[in-house]
Structures are given as structure tokens and as C-alpha cells.
């Protein structure tokens, strides 16, 4: 028996404060919205005191509440080790430390857990993932 799947290639803006998917539709590029029916989802990730994890508007709604476990502009420490970073690029409301090699490590209290700024990203990227898969109705 053959099956014939259509997959749709999405593109990713991965960006330092905004991120955005988009898919060809028609032959003309067109931004998919988020699950919040959003065409931009902030780079933001969350971990709450009940170890939940948020990603992009939720977490940004929360981050009065609980900034040390908000992350945002995580970007930009992607490909740096700690003593490239001046010191007023770490005066965030999360802590910002270093492993025994000099890489990175954003500190998470609520899950007593160190991430490196591309463990990070990655939630945004899943996230713009699942909500692409969503609208296109693709697993």
C-alpha cells in the first residue's frame, strides 16, 4: 500500500527578544500565528515554583512574579564562553554562571538546575514547532 505524505518545510527567525515560523502556502511565504494567535512568540522561557515549564506569552506575563526562573535575551550568550560577557550584559534578574569549562550556565532555582543558552532556545524552538505542526495539521 502506498501512501503519499505531504510534509510542509517551515522557516524559523530565531531572534533575541521575538521569534517567527513561517510556511509556503499558495507559493507565497506566510507567517504562521502561535497558539495564542500571535504572528511573533517572545524568545521567553519560564519554569514556575511548581517546576512547570512556560514558553513565550505565559512566560512573559509571569516574569513580574518570578524573575529569576524567566529567561529572555538568552541568545546572545549562545556560542560564548563567560568571560566574553561584560559584565552589564549579565545584570539580569536570573543568574548567569559558568561550568568548569567556561561555558554558560543559566542557573534555574525552581528546578535547582543549570541551562546552557541553547538548552534554553531550544524550548522556543519547540515551541514554534508544535504550534507550526498545529496550524498545518502535521504531527
Known amino acids: 500500500i502506498y501512501k503519499n505524505f505531504m510534509s510542509k518545510v517551515v522557516g524559523i527567525d530565531l531572534g533575541t527578544t521575538n521569534s517567527v515560523v513561517a510556511a509556503i502556502e499558495g ?3 506566510s507567517v504562521i500565528p502561535n497558539a495564542e494567535g500571535l504572528r511573533t512568540t517572545p524568545s521567553i522561557v519560564a ?4 517546576q512547570e515549564l512556560l514558553v513565550g506569552q505565559i512566560a512573559k506575563r509571569q516574569a513580574v512574579i518570578n524573575p529569576e526562573n524567566t529567561f529572555f535575551s538568552v541568545k546572545r550568550f549562545i556560542g560564548s564562553k563567560e568571560n566574553e560577557i561584560s559584565e552589564g550584559a549579565k545584570q539580569l534578574p536570573y543568574k548567569v554562571s559558568k561550568d568548569t569549562n567556561g561555558n554558560i550556565k543559566i542557573k534555574c532555582s525552581s528546578l535547582d ?7 534554553i532556545s531550544a524550548q522556543v524552538l519547540r515551541k514554534l514547532i508544535s504550534d507550526a505542526s498545529t496550524y498545518l495539521g502535521q504531527e
Open 27 to 29: 507559493g507565497q511565504p
Open 47 to 50: 519554569y514556575t515554583k511548581k
Open 113 to 119: 538546575k543549570d541551562f546552557s543558552p541553547e538548552e
